[in-house]
């Protein structure tokens, strides 16, 4: 079975930081781009980040640049999303999604309309003081 299991995400004081996880089994990962993205109540889902099946590049959409690292570790199938100086408007359900390197023409078109074949379940992440 092929599947994304994100884990990380929990409660977190504003200026705190986490690292997301995105554990991937059941297809070849190294041919999958990886993208991050999250959705906080009551708006649209949004695009974070997104990694080259190589992780030789990356894209970050505003609302990830500056403050979050997307990575992957193709060896232990698993992709992160480094967050630092986390604010409460980062307070959102975050979600991994794999996509056949051969789906978007640039990692930017699948930030910003994924044509993922596989989700995540999702984890929570929740800034307040």
């Known amino acids: 079975q092929s599947q994304l299991v994100e884990s990380g995400g929990g409660p977190v004081q504003p200026g705190g930081s986490l690292r997301l996880s995105c554990a991937a089994s059941?297809?070849?990962?190294?041919?999958?781009?990886i993208g991050w993205f999250r959705q906080a109540p009551g708006k649209e889902r949004e695009g974070v980040a997104c990694?080259?099946?190589?992780?030789?590049?990356?894209f970050y959409s505003d609302s990830g640049k500056g403050r979050f690292t997307i990575s992957r570790d193709n060896a232990a199938h698993t992709a992160y999303l480094q967050l630092t100086n986390l604010k409460p408007e980062d307070t959102a359900d975050y979600y991994c999604?794999?996509?056949?390197?051969?789906?978007?023409?640039?990692?930017?078109?699948?930030?910003?309309?994924?044509?993922?074949?596989?989700w995540g379940q999702g984890t929570q992440v929740s800034v307040s003081s």
């Open positions: 059941g297809f070849t990962f190294d041919y999958y781009d």
């Open positions: 990694i080259s099946h190589s992780g030789g590049s990356t």
């Open positions: 999604a794999a996509a056949h390197r051969m789906r978007h023409s640039t990692l930017q078109a699948m930030c910003i309309k994924p044509e993922a074949d596989y």
